[in-house]
Structure formats: C-alpha cells, structure tokens
C-alpha cells in the first residue's frame, strides 16, 4: 500500500470518526466505498464534499449477515480489491446494570460485535485472495479503563479486542494485518451523548494530561499510517489513543528522611 492510491471500505462511515475518515481519504485521491444503515447520510455527505467520483455509496445493516455479505461482494465488485477494511459502525448509552434492558443488550452485541464479525468474515476472504490487507477495527478505551459508557457498550467493546487476537495468525499468514484503534474521548456524536453539556466537557478535559478532547482527525491520521506498507509489522495491537488519560496514574511524592 505505502504512499500509493489505496481501496478502502469504511463501514459506518456516515458520521462521526468514520465520517473523518471517509473524508480524509477521498480527498487524497483514495477510492472510498463507505457503507452505512443511513445511505441517505453518504449520499448527503458525496453531494456536499464533490467526493465523486472516486467515493461509493452502499447501505448496510450490519446486524444481518446477508446484508453484510452482499454489501461486500458489490464493493468488491466496484473496487475491484478491497485494500483496507475499518469497522466503525456502533451504538452507545450510558447505563448502569440495572438498567440494562435485555433489548439493548442485544442490538448493542448485534451491532457492536456481531457487525464486526460479519464484516471481517465477508471482506477477508477477498483480501486472502490479495494476500494482502489492513483491517482495522475503532474500538474503544471504555473496554480497558470500564468507564465511559455503559456496561453493554464496555462488553461489546471488550468481545472486539478478543475477536481481533484471535484472528491474528490466522490472517498474518496472508498478508493481512489487524489492529484494534482504542480511542477515547473524541469529539463525536457518541461523546454528545455520553457528555451532553460544555462543562460536563471542560470537566473531562482536565483529566486529560495534554489538556484537549481527541480530535475525529486523530483517528484518521493513524488509519492513514496503518493503511501503509511501513506499518505492516504492527500486528494484532490495541492502539490507545486519548491524550495520556487511560495510563497517567497518580504522581504521589514520598519525603524519606533517612541519616547514614
């Protein structure tokens, strides 16, 4: 892949940080299939960025395997390879236990992590074909740090760090590289949700060392790296990105007054 023109199916890519991505790619002459439940959305987003004609429009429930296995035959189709896979698409709701209901449970597996098994069962075999590929999955930092969301979210997320570990010598043998992005706190709709006032943001901030909120364009950036050549020998990695929050710990200074 390197520096060259590259073919990526962003799944989930109508808002948010797939929307960044879609973006970031399309304009530095990529060819762009993004596939979302809200076609209408990419549609609106290709009108309003004049990304044609290097950017394709697919809906796709990524709860249904059938949609999920015929969206991916038609990008192949389009594309002709598919060089770079990234799985975007989620939900979220900030929960307690108790308050879980079985119904969300389950559409937040079926989207969350069930969708992210369809989508790499669906596009790999063609990237087997290529003996080559970059499979990214956005997950998150909620699974690590149990914070952030709800638990329904966390577990989902959590089941996404297993699955990618678990193909890991699978998919290697052919080429294919997968890595799991971990962001935390980044300016999305996801985080309106989870954080819904400006103080409620400015109070996140200070827990952040670098002193900002991630950035859609933060994500972009180190799907851009691993949709490279140079990066082919990251393999099977949960990269945190979140401005040093999950791992700053906290500084304690011990005054020992010791005579020899």
């Known amino acids: 892949m390197g520096n060259k023109i590259c073919n990526i199916l962003v799944i989930g890519g109508a808002a948010g940080i797939g929307k960044e991505i879609v973006l970031d790619f399309a304009?530095?002459?990529?060819?762009?299939?993004?596939?979302?439940?809200?076609?209408?959305?990419?549609?609106?987003?290709?009108?309003?960025?004049?990304?044609?004609?290097?950017v394709f429009s697919f809906e796709v429930d990524v709860s249904s395997w059938d949609s999920v296995?015929?969206?991916?035959?038609?990008?192949?189709?389009?594309?002709?390879?598919?060089?770079?896979?990234?799985?975007?698409?989620?939900?979220?709701?900030?929960?307690?236990?108790?308050?879980?209901?079985?119904?969300?449970?389950?559409?937040?597996?079926?989207i969350n992590l069930h969708g992210l098994f369809y989508s790499i069962k669906s596009v790999a075999p063609y990237m087997m074909e290529?003996?080559?590929?970059?499979?990214?999955?956005?997950?998150?930092?909620?699974?690590i740090t149990g914070?952030?969301?709800?638990?329904?979210?966390?577990?989902?997320?959590?089941?996404?760090?297993?699955?990618m570990r678990s193909l890991v010598p699978e998919l290697g043998q052919y080429g294919i590289n997968i890595n799991v992005i971990a962001p935390r706190v980044i300016e999305s709709q996801m985080l309106d949700v989870l954080y819904p006032t400006e103080q409620a943001k400015d109070e996140l901030k200070k827990r952040i060392p670098i002193g900002r909120l991630g950035k859609p364009s933060d994500i972009s950036s180190m799907v851009e790296y691993l949709s490279k050549e140079e990066s082919n020998y990251i393999h099977g990695q949960i990269l945190v990105l979140d401005g040093g929050r999950t791992y700053q710990g906290k500084k304690e200074i011990v005054v020992c007054n010791q005579h020899f």
């Open 27 to 54: 304009q530095k002459g990529n060819k762009v299939a993004v596939a979302d439940i809200n076609k209408a959305a990419v549609d609106q987003l290709i009108r309003d960025h004049q990304l044609e004609p290097n």
């Open 130 to 143: 290529q003996k080559r590929g970059s499979i990214i999955i956005i997950g998150s930092g909620s699974a």
């Open 69 to 110: 296995k015929s969206m991916a035959k038609k990008v192949k189709e389009t594309l002709g390879e598919i060089h770079v896979l990234v799985c975007s698409a989620g939900i979220t709701k900030s929960l307690k236990l108790q308050d879980v209901e079985w119904s969300l449970w389950k559409k937040t597996m079926e």
């Open 147 to 163: 914070s952030g969301g709800g638990v329904q979210y966390y577990a989902s997320k959590g089941g996404a760090f297993g699955l």
